[in-house]
């Protein structure tokens, strides 16, 4: 079993930046697919990136050239730098992982077995 913890929500001004974490317990996830989704309220949850255990990254249109996700495979941490943000962006954002979910589905919220609580992010205008 996968535990993962996110922290680094919070409140900002559009414009600001953030910096998510995603801790992993229970099993080392460097061989893992980890993304980051996120829920706003009376929506679904949207894919936002994702990063293999190679290194290779996706993102959803969205946030492309504003976030940033990265790993540290020493930590077993995910990242998701979050900059030039939008009152759009506000929602709660999860991290998910997977051993084998990429290609074409990494964006499906059904590709990934293991999932945090999640972090509020609220983006001010």
């Known amino acids: 079993q996968v535990q993962l913890r996110e922290s680094g929500g919070g409140l900002v001004q559009a414009g600001g930046s953030l910096r998510l974490s995603c801790a992993a317990s229970?099993?080392?996830?460097?061989?893992?697919?980890m993304g980051w989704f996120r829920q706003a309220p009376g929506k679904e949850r949207e894919f936002v990136a994702a990063?293999?255990?190679?290194?290779?990254?996706a993102y959803a249109d969205s946030v492309k050239g504003r976030f940033t996700i990265s790993r540290d495979n020493a930590k077993n941490t995910v990242y998701l730098q979050m900059n030039s943000l939008k009152p759009e962006d506000t929602a709660l954002y999860y991290c998910?992982?997977?051993?084998?979910?990429?290609?074409?589905?990494?964006?499906?919220?059904?590709?990934?077995?293991?999932w945090g609580q999640g972090t509020q992010v609220t983006v001010s205008s």
């Open positions: 998910a992982a997977d051993p084998t979910a990429w290609g074409p589905r990494v964006s499906m919220p059904t590709e990934y077995d293991y």
């Open positions: 229970g099993r080392t996830v460097s061989s893992y697919a």
């Open positions: 990063i293999r255990w190679s290194g290779s990254t």
